[in-house]
């Protein structure tokens, strides 16, 4: 909302309909409802094709099991108890091994974004460690953790952690400069700058990459559970592998998409009620 | 040229390079000022003059390579209070209301809080913002935000404005509106300011006093008194008096434009 009425509305809708030539106009603002009708056509169009092709025999279950079959074997798990219990275990996992690169990431990203001694010291360290792949460091990882749940937090920690530091390092240099010089100018210190200007400053930043780095936290969710682990999501579907049981293997990886999407949408809702200051001007 | 040490601002042989690849760049080469209390000062020249670097040394935010500043005969070593600072940028606290934005500037001085609402009150005031007090900056428009960082930044009564193109991104009405506002609430509050902009109406409208500065390195090229009557009103760009100001500085502006165009030419930069 624009409090100025001399800002004319952005975005603001036209007298007459909508043709269907404006709906692909470059940048051109469409309706709402055809907007979050496109996102449901889509999903709904490739469940059809799923359930096209194997209710027609076209490919073999083994490749391809059913809709049917995938959501039959999904209520098996869930009334048995064992949806629940996987579920439990791995968001636990996830919540801690998140939680804890969070906790290092946040300050050390703020920190190599305000100071170029230690940008330039750690820069380089995690630009290389980023590059490694997380499943050759599972041997490492359990000698030094063990088979426990410690092990696969580490997996979901090194995972996260890197990335999520550069990206706060980002949010923190992204802010303007001159908000930084306006403190300077009111007298205050780098250290009440630092935490009454950059962070909050930052924060609606910082809160995005934390919304992302907890999806690539779900996706290395596998990767954690792939070796000494006998519950989880994970560790349902590797050893699904060994059973050949494709409707549980599909079944499990629509499962984690799906619990991925809710946390994405928990981020956007709280991130839109912290930061309602920095919500877009609507007409 | 001389400088008169009882000034309110004396700037004495004030030089400023900067390193770029390796070799050094002199943004300035000699500025010698002085600059009485309560004068409004306008600086112009073509882009790349040093007049923003010359405002950022006076406000604190820059050191001087050589040369120095003076307030009120102390030299300047770093940011203070004892000078106001507008950007061309809306620099407002985002996730502040516009009267969190005035109050925050506020924090450092010792006055009572009673005082301190009042003072925040009465500069919301004086920049037409009633009604505004518990609105976000990004509900507000460009002109409305550099409302608010003017009164930011007079609110802790400093004694010195330095407004660095304060209405460049502003819209031609818009920015018309804010020349006589500020003027209305310099009129109010006499500091002496320090206003860099690239608009020479704007520089002849406001000031008492136009400092052109001629480019690469930056030194002083003209300083030209604005004899024209106060208070000013919108009108005042239309008098015969107001245009032989600015066709006189237009020609000096235009004299240094064209001499960096040619020495770019040269270079082969153009």
Same mark, same amino acid.
């Given at each position: 909302?624009?409090?100025?009425?001399?800002?004319?509305?952005?975005?603001?809708?036209?007298?007459?309909?909508?043709?269907?030539?404006?709906?692909?106009?470059?940048?051109?603002?469409?309706?709402?409802?055809?907007?979050?009708?496109?996102? @449901?056509?889509?999903?709904?169009?490739?469940?059809?094709?799923?359930?096209?092709?194997?209710?027609?025999?076209?490919?073999?279950?083994?490749?391809?099991?059913?809709?049917?079959?995938?959501?039959?074997?999904?209520?098996?798990?869930?009334?048995?108890?064992?949806?629940?219990?996987?579920?439990?275990?791995?968001?636990?996992?996830?919540?801690?091994?998140?939680?804890?690169?969070?906790?290092?990431?946040?300050?050390?990203?703020?920190?190599?974004?305000?100071?170029?001694?230690?940008?330039?010291?750690?820069?380089?360290?995690?630009?290389?460690?980023?590059?490694?792949?997380? @499943?050759?460091?599972?041997?490492?990882?359990?000698?030094?953790?063990?088979?426990?749940?410690?092990?696969?937090?580490?997996?979901?920690?090194?995972?996260?952690?890197?990335?999520?530091?550069?990206?706060?390092?980002?949010?923190?240099?992204?802010?303007?400069?001159?908000?930084?010089?306006?403190?300077?100018?009111?007298?205050?210190?780098?250290?009440?700058?630092?935490?009454?200007?950059?962070?909050?400053?930052?924060?609606?930043?910082?809160?995005?990459?934390?919304?992302?780095?907890?999806?690539?936290?779900?996706?290395?969710?596998?990767?954690?559970?792939?070796?000494?682990?006998?519950?989880?999501?994970?560790?349902?579907?590797?050893?699904?592998?060994?059973?050949?049981?494709?409707?549980?293997?599909?079944?499990?990886?629509?499962?984690?998409?799906?619990?991925?999407?809710?946390?994405?949408?928990?981020?956007?809702?709280?991130?839109?009620?912290?930061?309602?200051?920095?919500?877009?001007?609507?007409? | /040229?001389? %400088?008169?040490?009882?000034?309110?601002?004396?700037?004495?042989?004030?030089?400023?390079? *900067?390193?770029?690849?390796? $070799?050094?760049?002199?943004?300035?080469?000699?500025?010698?000022?002085?600059?009485? $209390?309560?004068?409004?000062?306008?600086?112009?020249?073509?882009?790349?003059?040093?007049? !923003?670097?010359?405002?950022?040394?006076? =406000?604190?935010?820059?050191?001087?390579?050589?040369?120095?500043?003076?307030?009120?005969? +102390?030299?300047?070593?770093?940011?203070?209070?004892?000078?106001? *600072?507008?950007?061309? !940028?809306?620099?407002? *606290?985002?996730?502040?209301?516009?009267?969190?934005?005035? #109050?925050?500037?506020?924090?450092? !001085?010792?006055?009572?809080?009673?005082?301190?609402? $009042?003072?925040?009150?009465?500069?919301?005031? $004086?920049?037409?913002? #009633?009604?505004?007090?518990?609105?976000?900056?990004?509900?507000?428009? =460009?002109?409305?935000?550099?409302?608010?960082?003017? +009164?930011?930044?007079?609110?802790?009564?400093?004694?010195?404005?330095?407004?660095?193109?304060?209405?460049?991104?502003?819209?031609?009405?818009?920015?018309? /509106? /804010?020349?006589?506002?500020?003027?209305?609430?310099?009129?109010?509050?006499?500091?002496?300011?320090?206003?860099? %902009?690239?608009?020479?109406?704007?520089?002849?409208?406001?000031?008492?006093?136009?400092?052109? &500065?001629? !480019?690469?390195?930056?030194?002083?090229?003209?300083?030209?008194?604005?004899?024209?009557?106060?208070?000013?009103?919108?009108? &005042?760009?239309?008098?015969?008096?107001? /245009?032989?100001?600015?066709?006189?500085?237009?020609?000096?502006?235009?004299?240094?434009?064209?001499?960096?165009?040619?020495?770019? &030419?040269?270079?082969?930069?153009?």
């Amino acid at each position: 909302m624009s409090l100025d009425p001399s800002v004319p509305p952005q975005g603001a809708a036209e007298a007459r309909p909508p043709g269907r030539r404006d709906l692909l106009r470059l940048r051109q603002e469409i309706p709402r409802h055809v907007f979050t009708a496109a996102g @449901v056509v889509v999903p709904l169009a490739l469940l059809a094709l799923w359930w096209g092709v194997t209710a027609l025999g076209l490919v073999r279950p083994l490749f391809l099991p059913s809709p049917g079959a995938v959501l039959a074997e999904g209520w098996r798990q869930a009334s048995e108890g064992i949806l629940l219990q996987d579920a439990a275990v791995s968001v636990y996992r996830i919540m801690i091994g998140w939680l804890a690169a969070t906790v290092v990431a946040v300050p050390v990203g703020i920190l190599m974004g305000n100071y170029r001694l230690i940008e330039g010291a750690l820069e380089p360290f995690i630009s290389v460690v980023r590059y490694m792949p997380i @499943v050759a460091l599972i041997p490492l990882t359990i000698l030094w953790a063990g088979i426990g749940d410690m092990q696969k937090i580490v997996i979901l920690f090194l995972g996260t952690f890197f990335q999520q530091t550069l990206m706060i390092m980002d949010n923190v240099k992204n802010i303007d400069l001159s908000l930084i010089r306006a403190g300077q100018t009111l007298g205050f210190s780098d250290r009440e700058i630092l935490r009454r200007i950059i962070l909050p400053a930052a924060s609606p930043g910082i809160w995005d990459t934390l919304r992302i780095t907890v999806g690539w936290t779900w996706t290395y969710l596998v990767v954690a559970e792939l070796v000494a682990a006998n519950e989880g999501l994970g560790r349902r579907i590797m050893d699904a592998q060994r059973y050949l049981a494709t409707d549980t293997i599909v079944w499990g990886t629509l499962f984690i998409g799906f619990l991925g999407l809710v946390t994405d949408w928990a981020f956007k809702r709280a991130g839109r009620r912290l930061f309602r200051w920095n919500a877009p001007v609507r007409g | /040229m001389t %400088t008169d040490p009882r000034a309110k601002v004396v700037i004495s042989g004030l030089r400023k390079t *900067f390193e770029v690849d390796g $070799a050094a760049l002199t943004a300035i080469e000699r500025i010698d000022l002085s600059i009485p $209390a309560q004068q409004f000062v306008s600086i112009v020249g073509t882009s790349g003059c040093g007049k !923003s670097t010359l405002l950022n040394m006076v =406000g604190g935010l820059d050191r001087p390579s050589g040369g120095r500043i003076l307030i009120d005969g +102390a030299p300047v070593t770093g940011p203070g209070r004892d000078r106001g *600072f507008v950007f061309q !940028s809306y620099t407002l *606290f985002e996730w502040m209301t516009v009267s969190g934005n005035i #109050r925050f500037a506020l924090e450092k !001085s010792a006055l009572p809080r009673s005082e301190k609402e $009042a003072l925040v009150g009465h500069f919301i005031e $004086a920049v037409g913002l #009633r009604g505004f007090e518990n609105a976000y900056p990004k509900q507000l428009s =460009g002109g409305m935000r550099q409302r608010v960082a003017i +009164a930011r930044a007079l609110v802790y009564r400093p004694s010195i404005l330095l407004m660095d193109e304060p209405f460049g991104a502003l819209d031609a009405q818009t920015r018309g /509106m /804010m020349q006589e506002l500020l003027l209305k609430v310099w009129e109010e509050h006499r500091v002496t300011v320090l206003f860099v %902009t690239h608009d020479v109406d704007e520089a002849i409208f406001l000031a008492d006093r136009v400092i052109i &500065l001629a !480019s690469r390195p930056g030194r002083v090229k003209r300083d030209i008194a604005v004899d024209l009557p106060r208070p000013r009103a919108f009108d &005042l760009v239309t008098e015969p008096r107001f /245009m032989a100001l600015k066709r006189e500085i237009l020609a000096e502006i235009r004299e240094e434009t064209l001499k960096v165009m040619a020495a770019d &030419l040269s270079a082969g930069r153009g």
